[in-house]
Nanobody, 123 residues
Framework: VQLQASGGGLVLPGDSLKLSCAAS????????MGWFRQAPGKEREFVAGITRGGGMTNYADPVKGRSTISRANAKNTVYLQMNNLKPEDTAVYYCAASRRVTIYSSDTWYDFWGQGTQVTVSS
């Protein structure tokens, strides 16, 4: 499956963004989907994940309560809505697909990756 992330940009603290991850090649209903991010000089970290049918989600503590992951399997797309953005949310955001049935926070369990979209939160 090929993944294409989009929707990033330069925003002010407190703003919102909705990232999209469009898949092609295979249907995303076969995969657990996740969002990760990597800030300059830091390791890639888990942001959020969603099970194949969308019935379960999981969030990293730094974004919990401010972000919502969702999926539209009919559109082969996964979304990440981020609200009340903070400067520490600045990073390249990646979507990823996992063949496993459980949401893992470790990137080693994800099999396919998109190219990333830059999110910059700055005043």
């Amino acid at each position: 499956v090929q993944l294409q992330a989009s929707g990033g940009g330069l925003v002010l603290p407190g703003d919102s963004l909705k990232l999209s991850c469009a898949a092609s090649g295979r249907t995303i209903s076969e995969y657990v989907m996740g969002w990760f991010r990597q800030a300059p000089g830091k390791e890639r970290e888990f942001v959020a994940g969603i099970t194949r049918g969308g019935g379960m989600t999981n969030y990293a503590d730094p974004v919990k309560g401010r972000s919502t992951i969702s999926r539209a399997n009919a559109k082969n797309t996964v979304y990440l809505q981020m609200n009340n953005l903070k400067p520490e949310d600045t990073a390249v955001y990646y979507c990823a697909a996992s063949r496993r049935v459980t949401i893992y926070s470790s990137d080693t369990w994800y099999d396919f990756w998109g190219q990333g979209t830059q999110v910059t939160v700055s005043s």
